[in-house]
């Protein structure tokens, strides 16, 4: 059963950025370009997860999508000279060839969802998936080279992620890869619940924009719950959120949830305008 509330969230809780790993503090300039209002009404749609919603969810194949900051390894069969570019011409330092975080070259896919592969000149890869990437190079290489055989994998998966904060042992962001991420896998990569503060039976994942997020509740306090956290798939930009005490009304629930759905949002606005 689905519930709406409607209820007005303050101001951002600047205090709150600093839990998220890896952010960047900003300077007084920085903080004056970012316009924040004073309030923003919020229209939360809180649904229990249970049997039912698992078998009514479409189910279909997972495919990784490609995203910005994803590297990219890309090969040409017989053709060396396209596996990495050693001198990637100017204005192209966002989107030629790098030397990705584990080590592996590629092709860093820049903020507006690009790669420049030789030749070819830049393609549009973000939101594909690399059958499809693979597809529209072979298909543009053909002026260029007879018969192209072309491979594409991800080198280092950075561009798609998911939440876990609250009382997990550790609080942080996980990367989405070729593999589906349930919520128990995100809580047993997390360090899982912390048994001392948390209430199991109030663990949400929090999805969608923040004027009209979807709250997917789980009670995972018995055996039988949990199954359902091992069936139900992340998705990327979910924030996972396990709560430190028991809420009887819903509206308390929101009022726990709202900073960490405030948080996560401020931090990609700084992302996406930076």
């Not at 009304?249 to 929101?254: A, E, G, I, K």
Request: charged share 15%; hydrophobic share 40%; proline share 8%.
């Amino acid at each position: 059963m689905r519930k709406v509330i409607s209820i007005v969230g303050t101001s951002i809780l600047f205090s709150g950025c600093s839990i998220m790993p890896g952010m960047q503090n900003l300077d007084n300039v920085q903080m004056r370009k970012m316009v924040i209002p004073e309030k923003i009404e919020v229209h939360p749609t809180l649904i229990p997860i249970t049997p039912t919603l698992i078998a009514d969810q479409k189910v279909s194949v997972y495919h990784y999508h490609v995203a910005p900051a994803d590297v990219l390894s890309i090969n040409v069969w017989q053709h060396p000279e396209f596996d990495f570019l050693e001198r990637p011409s100017a204005n192209l330092a966002t989107t030629a060839g790098i030397q990705g975080a584990a080590g592996q070259p590629g092709y860093l896919v820049n903020a507006d969802g690009l790669i420049y592969f030789p030749l070819v000149g830049y393609v549009k890869v973000a939101g594909k998936t690399v059958d499809e990437i693979r597809g529209v190079i072979t298909a543009r290489l053909k002026k260029y080279v007879p018969n192209p055989q072309v491979n594409v994998r991800v080198a280092d998966y950075r561009g798609q992620k998911v939440y876990v904060l609250g009382e997990v042992n550790k609080p942080g962001f996980l990367p989405l890869n070729d593999q589906p991420l349930t919520i128990a896998d995100a809580l047993t990569l997390s360090g899982w619940i912390n048994p001392d503060a948390a209430a199991p039976g109030y663990t949400y994942v929090i999805r969608g924009n923040y004027k009209e997020p979807l709250i997917f509740w789980l009670d995972a306090k018995t055996p039988d719950k949990m199954l359902l956290a091992e069936r139900f798939s992340l998705r990327p930009g979910d924030i996972l959120y396990v709560s430190s005490a028991p809420a009887t009304r819903w509206n308390r629930v929101l009022n726990q949830l709202l900073p960490t759905i405030q948080t996560v949002w401020y931090t990609q606005a700084i992302v996406n305008n930076s």
